[in-house]
Structures are given as C-alpha cells and as structure tokens.
C-alpha cells in the first residue's frame, strides 16, 4: 500500500522524461532537416525582347480558336489563321523545324538533334481555349479577344491557359536559332487544338504519329502547375510546383427507383430520402487520408522552408503522419492533395412538386488519388452505401480514368526543370506536386519515361479565377520569364 504512491510517482516521472526525449528529438530533427534547393548556378541566358514578345502573344490572342462544347460551333478557319501567324512570326523556326499538321488542326514540330541516340524531349502546350461565358464580356477590363497589352500586362483568353506555352516555347526557339544554336536531342513541339474537349483529334493523334516512329521521349513538359505567390500558408517565397502525376476521374450514379405515385401517401423512407441517405453516408465516409505518394514528396520538400512549428510537423511525418493528415485535410485545397475526394454534383427526381419520382439519380464526382483506382472506388461506394435499393455504377462516356503514374522526382527531366526554375526564378522554392485536375499529357504516358507538368507563369490567389473566367492576364514581365525560362530548359536538356 505504502510503495503506491511513489510507484505512480514514478511512473509519471518517467513518462515526464519519455516526452521530453521524444520532443527533442522532433525538434532535433526538425532542426537537422536541410532545405532541398539546390544552388542557383548563373545561365548565360539568351536575349529576349519582353515587348516584342509580349506583342507576338497578343496576336494569337485575336484568333477565336475556341473549343466549344458542341464542336459544330468551332471555326477551323481561326485555328488555320492562327498557323499561318506564327509562320510570320517565327521565320526561323519555320525554316529550320519540320512542321507537320496532325488530327485536322493540331500542330507537331520536329527540331532534329545531331545525336540521334540521345532520346528526345516532348513540350507540350495547346493553341485552343475554352469560350468567354455569355454575359460576362462586359466585365472585362479588355475585350478577352483583343490580346491588349495595357498597364504591363497582356489582356485576353488564352494568355494563361495556354497560348502562354505556344507562343513562349516558339520564341524561345526563334532566339536560340538566331544565336546559332542546334540540339544535340531532338525536340519537340506539340501543340493541340481540342485539350479543352478531351484532346481525342490532336494529342491523341500526336501520340499515334509519334509511336508509329518508334518516338520514345527522355520526358514530357505539359501544362497543370504554376510558380505560386502567397499561396501556401507560412511560406513568403514564390514556390514552383512540378507536378508528378495527375489525379484519375470517375463519375458515379445513384439511382434508386420505385412505384412513383401521388405524393399525399407517401411511402416511408420515399425514394428520395433513400438516395439522401445514400449522399450522406459517402459524404461522411470518404476515402482515406494519407500523405503519400506526390504530396509526401511535396510536404518534405517545404519543410524546411517552413515556420518552426510546421517545419517540426512535417519533418516528422515518420511519427506524426496521422496528425499532420488531420491538419490538412481540414482544408479543401490540401485536402485533395491526401485523398480521393467525393463531390455530388447532379441530383434528379420528380417532376412536378405533388408527384413521387419513378427514379431519382444522383451523380458523385471523384477525384482518384494515385494509389487508389477507379475499381476501388466503385468498390467503396457499394460497401459505404450497403444498400439494395440504391444502385450503382459509373456514369457511361464520363471519361472514367485511372490516375497517372507517379514520375520520378529525381529523374534527368525533373532535375533540368528544377536547375532551369532556380536560374530564371531564383526567389523561387522547387517543390514536387500533384495536379488535380487532367492533361493532355496523359495519351503521352505510354511514350516516354516520364511526364512532368508545370509552366512558368506566377499566380497569386487573387489570380485563380481568371483561369477559365473574366480578365484572364499575363504580366509582361512574367512572360518575358517564360520564354526565358523556355530557353534555358532546351539548353539545360540538351546537355543533361
Ligand atoms: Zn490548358
């Protein structure tokens, strides 16, 4: 009886200093986690002209090469317009490069290298862009066809998403042609003309072209991931985000369906309370959390740039994995980055308020996180939902897909574009990613080592809703950045 207390004593004591063992040594290794930033080596970067620049991009912005939802609404003509300017534009290129027109409207250029045992590298970028909503032109600042250039920026669709990379690789190229320059790889231009619809006419047919020349590329440049300003929480730097891999897709139905009849006897549960209850389940059961993968690789990598507390978290994900995964997920923008996520989207039912519906049907949307498949989350629904009256399946020509491979974060691709960042954007964190959304790199997979996806243009938050909205921008400056940044990734792979 006597020895208890002492005991308990004991037992906290020892507990007191098991803590304080375990704290330092997150703090040590908090402490001891060095910054992944490799060196900004200075580049004999070419000379680039911003205005001329900045001028070429505002003329293909005038071409209405719009990818519309019905494509009898698409004008060819303006696709052929476009070509034909940047023939004018870019007379050495178009001397030098091989121009093929591929899929009806889309565009391949070949710039043979001198070795032709080094494999060679894919830019990908896409001259179409999606409408102008109806009603919203009157709330732009510029019309978004005139591809003005006012107040140090160049005004209109396209100018980030994604003329941006048409206009800046061909500039790019036109500069070291003028300095005398010739690759030792092949590289290659590829440019769509449908990405906004599903890219099934040009990159697919790209692809086709490409393989049916034995074509097997070193790695793939697209579109997905920007230089962020003020973004992430905690880190004042601009961070340039790689993206590894993109996230699969899949739509799923809900349908439960019943007798129908007059709404003043109803049923109980009614067919639409099943389907709720349905929602509700999958909403409150997502997908698991883990910090894996892209984001794992993300998460190390900021770390160190972090302010203390984040930075003793995230260099601890050995131990404080399922801590972290609750933190993050608490937000919806990191929280797409650890799961498949689980949207609603669609809801039907009847027809007429006093009528019970026949069928009600709701569609989920989700998001796949690589690691997971679009089978697995088929799978999750019918075991979440556990319910016979609701059937489920996956919505038909919705585009179902699994996610991407994970390319490597230390393969020759990724270092060229990291080593090409650090030069042109020195402020600038490199960190891997993973892109929500889809490319049109995924037909590339098959074709090539790896795929990243990044392009160098700098987006605050305030700038995310001109991505596909009103007064879509680039700055001048921002884009004389690109074409550098163009640039110096050729020369950067060339010698890699
Ligand atoms: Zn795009």
């Known amino acids: 009886m006597n020895s208890r207390p002492s005991r308990v004593k004991r037992f906290f004591r020892n507990l007191g200093i098991g803590l304080g063992v375990l704290l330092a040594i997150l703090v040590v290794k908090a402490l001891l986690t060095k910054s992944r930033q490799i060196a900004a080596t200075p580049a004999d970067v070419p000379a680039i002209d911003d205005a001329k620049a900045a001028e070429h991009l505002g003329r293909t912005i005038t071409f209405q090469t719009i990818s519309h939802q019905s494509p009898a609404e698409d004008d060819p003509a ?110 290659y231009f590829a440019f769509g003309h449908d990405e906004e619809v599903s890219g099934k006419k040009g990159a697919s047919a790209i692809v086709d072209l490409l393989k049916s020349r034995g074509v097997r590329a070193s790695y793939v440049l697209d579109e997905g991931m920007v230089i962020t300003e003020g973004i992430l929480k905690g880190i004042d730097r601009p961070v340039a985000l790689i993206g590894l891999a993109e996230k699969g897709y899949v739509s799923v139905e809900l349908v439960v369906e019943s007798q129908g009849g007059h709404s003043s006897m109803p049923p109980r549960p009614t067919p639409a309370g099943i389907l709720a209850a349905a929602i509700q389940k999958l909403e409150t059961n997502p997908m698991p959390a883990r910090i894996a993968g892209p984001a794992r690789s993300l998460f190390e990598t900021l770390a160190p740039e972090m302010p203390f507390g984040n930075r003793v978290i995230l260099s601890n994900l050995w131990l404080l994995s399922p801590i972290a995964a609750k933190v993050l997920s608490g937000s919806p923008a990191t929280d797409a980055l650890l799961r498949t996520t689980t949207a609603p989207t669609m809801l039907e039912g009847s027809v007429k308020e006093n009528v019970l519906p026949k069928r009600v049907r709701a569609v989920v949307n989700f998001r796949v996180l690589p690691g997971d498949t679009v089978q697995s989350v088929l799978d999750h629904v019918k075991d979440v939902v556990a319910d016979p009256r609701v059937q489920s399946k996956a919505v038909e020509g919705s585009g179902s897909q699994d996610p991407s491979p994970v390319s490597d974060v230390a393969g020759p691709g990724y270092k060229s574009i990291e080593k090409t960042v650090r030069q042109i954007f020195p402020d600038a964190i490199v960190a891997p990613s993973l892109v929500l959304g889809a490319t049109d790199s995924r037909y590339y997979q098959g074709i090539a080592d790896a795929v990243y996806r990044f392009s160098p243009q700098r987006m605050k938050d305030e700038d995310r809703a001109r991505f596909h909205g009103t007064n879509e921008r680039v700055s001048v400056k921002n884009f004389g950045e690109c074409v550098r940044f163009y640039a110096q990734l050729v020369k950067n792979t060339d010698s890699l």
């Open 78 to 187: 303006a696709f052929t317009a476009l070509h034909k300017a940047l023939e004018e534009m870019y007379p050495r290129v178009h001397q030098t490069l091989t121009r093929e027109i591929v899929g009806g409207g889309s565009l391949l250029y070949t710039w043979k290298g001198k070795d032709a045992s080094l494999p060679p590298v894919i830019y990908l970028a896409h001259m179409d862009v999606v409408p102008v909503e109806p009603g919203t032109e009157g709330d732009w600042q510029k019309p978004p066809f005139s591809g003005a250039i006012d107040g140090g920026y160049v005004w209109g669709r396209g100018t980030i998403d994604f003329k941006l990379a048409v206009v800046g690789l061909l500039e790019a190229a036109e500069s070291l042609l003028g300095q005398g320059f010739s690759p030792s790889r092949t590289v």
